[in-house]
């Protein structure tokens, strides 16, 4: 689990890792803008759009919304979510990599033991997975 405090960028960081593990078809999405002459700003990224986007095996569509423990979706977050859902994709809401988990499996797209370690430790450069009983 994810510790009381934890920023959105570790969790961030759990999430692409566990999906790294998995071997899940994913990408990191950036919203933003850049500005590129005094006065001049290029707007990228579709407002709302979830942090990490993804493809299922399937082919059925991932959208991961990333928050910390108080984090709140925008109303633009919510309506993207709510049209990937009603468009046939797997719309998540991550408050700790768990989350994907979990709704991986509720999904059947994971059906082996769980991680026994978290994948979401500050610090850590490589994705190390130790099955229970491995150790």
Request: hydrophobic share 35%.
């Amino acid at each position: 689990m994810v510790k009381r405090g934890t920023s959105e960028g570790h969790i961030l960081t759990g999430c692409l890792r566990y999906l790294q593990v998995r071997g899940i078809y994913h990408w990191r999405n950036s919203v933003g803008s850049v500005q590129i002459r005094p006065g001049q700003w290029y707007r990228f990224g579709k407002i709302g759009s979830s942090d990490i986007l993804g493809l299922l095996p399937g082919g059925r569509f991932l959208a991961v919304e990333c928050k910390a423990q108080n984090g709140r979706l925008s109303p633009e977050q919510k309506q993207f979510l709510a049209e990937i859902r009603d468009l046939g994709g797997l719309a998540v809401v991550a408050k700790s990599w768990t989350d994907i988990d979990r709704a991986l499996r509720e999904g059947g797209y994971v059906s082996d033991g769980p991680l026994f370690e978290a994948p979401d430790s500050p610090g850590r450069n490589r994705y190390p997975i130790v099955k229970q009983g491995e150790r």
